[in-house]
């Protein structure tokens, strides 16, 4: 290309590009501005944006001071269309924030000014609340609605407001008396650690209230004049949800106490410090439900303005820039019934080990009851417990015998002892003389022979031992029971001891206490009963859905747990529903040798009972590894629509422990 050609392309190229910077009016970075803003706002962080008026790191920490109190929470802010007017520039910026339960929009105006080739933000406080000054913040109050009830049977209410009375030392009143001194007296005269009481009063604040202990106000015994004699000491009195007694059900409901940190790190931003929450049981499960939604207000304030500034103002002098309305919480219903539970609890106040009773109605599958006795020491037993069941799992064994052909009258062989494989298995001390031999399988089954039901291993295979627990509504999900629940395990396969032990309920057989009356229930029910304790799951599911906690709402009610210290098997997850569950007649039978156990077998002592006809099953397992072994006492039973069953960890024989456990509770029961 020659010389001559490449000047004259040059000059067009000169021409154009002139031409196209005559044409640039500014808009492009007065636009490129107006983005860089509004998503510097979105991050509250200003410290890359030129300020006219302003310095950069000025304004970052002014924005920063004036959105504190809604951290972590921040905007979404989008630039609208630029306005240009030759130097200066205007654009809206529209703000969304997410508070709370509800959504704060609101529109401001930026402006730039064109200096040299960049344009630059004016410094308005505006520009982050309409109306803002430049000596405001924002601060932000909120105000939790009152906790909606925990329901029983017949909507009576299991947890409700109850008045408490809170007693600790209240610092401002203290005077001129010692303060750990005081603190020492509170605590010995409420029961609590002195040292860790003294510690926690001398830590805290020279205005502050350290609360010792919440005093039930019905039937306390600690008096005013008590609380009174102490310098600095005061009760003050409130209302918290609680439960009719400290103990009523407390591992199926839970408790309501302020959040922990590790329930505020999991709540995805619900829970704040200082907030109240469920703690365990329905109480945490359901807790977006019971709790509702806060009420909230942002106000905007003057920086220097002090808490006693505005507790001493005749108005307020803050102004409300915006406000969300509470959402009360909804009550959670359930099918626990308040006298039945408080019988369970009372049966099971003496028991030293681990314990559990539950009751259940067959007909419509209500939990009625689920009482884990002091020795669980909180942790919910009767529910989530996972032990050997020993042999009422007989009835399993019978189901699957009566499928392959047998009945009660069938014959089965009860000797003393039986060999598999080098085992040796044997019947229970004192096992009847006159029932060993060729006997009924009504017999064997009064009388629980292992060695009869053991001898029947080569006819009924593993899978079918699962087939029929599965049909009684064991070791299946409990899609209506809208609580964490442990439903048992079966193994569909085993073999050699391991099977034989399975005949009689050990191996790595499991059931917990409401999988043993879920049991028993489907004989009384003549098909499979469907357990249910929460009737409105899902009446806060979409609240539940916000928290963050993998437990809220209508959590899976039959997910595995971690095994009690007495169980050395993870089960697998709970399967589907029986494809061929138990049948009237089926049930009939069951119900026979049930009755049986009663009229001539070794559960003689309910016959007693008033009322309906009891049918029941012991049941007596080995487990850890002192010689001799340890043993569960089972015993499960059905009365009119009631099915029961009774669980003591560290118990011995189920008829001698659980049984009169039982006895009491049926005839108390009516």
């Known amino acids: 290309m020659g010389n001559s050609k490449k000047l004259s392309l040059a000059i067009v ?107 630059l933000t004016v410094w308005d406080p505006t520009n982050l609340v309409p109306g803002l000054a430049d000596n405001e913040i924002l601060s932000k109050g909120t105000q939790a609605p009152q906790r909606a009830d925990i329901l029983g049977a017949g909507d ?45 009063v001398q830590a805290s604040g020279a205005e502050a209230f350290v609360s010792a202990l919440t005093l039930r106000d019905e039937g306390r015994t600690i008096t005013d004049q008590q609380i009174a004699a102490i310098p600095g000491a005061r009760g003050i009195p409130d209302n918290v949800p609680l439960a009719p007694s400290r103990t009523f059900a407390r591992a199926v409901l839970g408790s309501v ?20 929450t469920g703690i365990g049981g329905l109480q945490q499960q359901y807790d977006a439900q019971l709790r509702g939604t806060p009420a909230v207000v942002i106000r905007a304030q003057r920086a220097d303005l002090t808490r006693e500034e505005i507790q001493g103002a005749a108005t307020d002098p803050r102004r409300v820039v915006f406000q969300v309305a509470p959402t009360p919480g909804t009550p959670l219903k359930t099918t626990l019934d308040p006298n039945l539970q408080a019988l369970a609890e009372s049966t099971l106040a003496n028991v030293g080990p681990a314990s559990a009773i539950v009751a259940i109605r067959p007909s419509s599958g209500a939990v009625l009851a689920a009482a884990s006795g002091p020795g669980s020491n909180g942790y919910n037993t009767a529910m989530l417990g996972q032990h050997a069941p020993g042999s009422t799992f007989k009835m399993v064994d019978s189901l699957a015998m009566l499928r392959n052909g047998m009945s009660p009258d069938s014959k089965v062989e009860c000797t003393p002892t039986l060999t598999v494989d080098g085992r040796t298995f044997k019947n229970a001390e004192g096992y009847p003389t006159s029932s060993l031999g060729s006997v009924t399988l009504r017999d064997a089954f009064a009388h629980s022979c292992n060695t009869a039901f053991i001898s029947q291993r080569d006819k009924v295979a593993q899978n079918q031992l699962e087939a029929a627990a599965m049909a009684m509504g064991v070791a299946v999900e409990a899609p209506s029971l809208g609580a964490a629940a442990f439903l048992g395990s079966v193994p569909g396969a085993a073999e050699g001891t391991e099977h034989a032990a399975s005949m009689i309920g050990q191996g790595k057989i499991l059931l917990s206490p409401l999988a043993a009356a879920i049991m028993a229930g489907s004989v009384a029910k003549g098909s499979p009963v469907s357990p249910q304790l929460v009737l409105n799951p899902g009446a806060g599911a979409a609240a539940a859905g916000k928290t963050g906690d993998p437990t809220a709402g209508a959590a899976s009610p039959s997910a595995s747990v971690a095994p009690s210290p007495s169980s050395t098997v993870t089960p697998e997850a709970p399967s589907k529903a029986s494809d061929k569950p138990i049948t009237a007649a089926e049930a009939a039978a069951l119900s026979d040798m049930m ?6 077998g070794h559960a003689g002592f309910l016959s007693s009972v008033p009322g309906a006809p009891v049918g029941a099953k012991t049941g007596t397992a080995e487990f850890g590894n002192d010689n001799p072994p340890k043993t569960h006492a089972w015993i499960v039973a059905v009365h009119g629509d009631l099915a029961v069953a009774v669980f003591v960890e560290d118990g011995g024989l189920g008829a001698t422990t659980s049984g009169p456990l039982l006895k009491q509770f049926l005839t108390a029961a009516g």
């Open 13 to 119: 190229g000169l021409i154009l590009g002139t031409g196209l910077v005559a044409c640039d009016d500014g808009r492009g970075g007065a636009e490129s501005a107006a983005k860089q803003l509004a998503s510097a706002f979105s991050a509250l962080d200003v410290g890359s944006v030129g300020f006219d008026g302003r310095d950069s790191a000025v304004a970052k920490q002014q924005v920063q001071d004036v959105f504190k109190a809604l951290d972590p929470d921040k905007p979404t802010v989008e630039a609208g269309d630029v306005t240009l007017d030759g130097d200066t520039a205007t654009a809206p910026l529209n703000y969304t924030w997410k508070i709370g339960a509800g959504e704060w929009k609101y529109t401001v105006s930026a402006k730039f000014k064109k200096s040299g080739d960049k344009w």
């Open 156 to 200: 009576a209410k299991l947890v409700t407001y109850r008045p408490v009375v809170n007693v600790g030392i209240d610092k401002p009143r203290l005077g001129t008396a010692d303060a750990a001194a005081s603190a020492t007296q509170l605590a010995k005269l409420v029961g609590v650690d002195p040292a860790a009481y003294v510690q926690q």
């Open 257 to 276: 106490g302020e959040a922990t940190a590790e329930q505020i790190d999991a709540s995805g931003g619900a829970l704040s410090p200082g907030d109240v």
């Open 595 to 600: 009755r049986a156990v009663v009229t001539s």
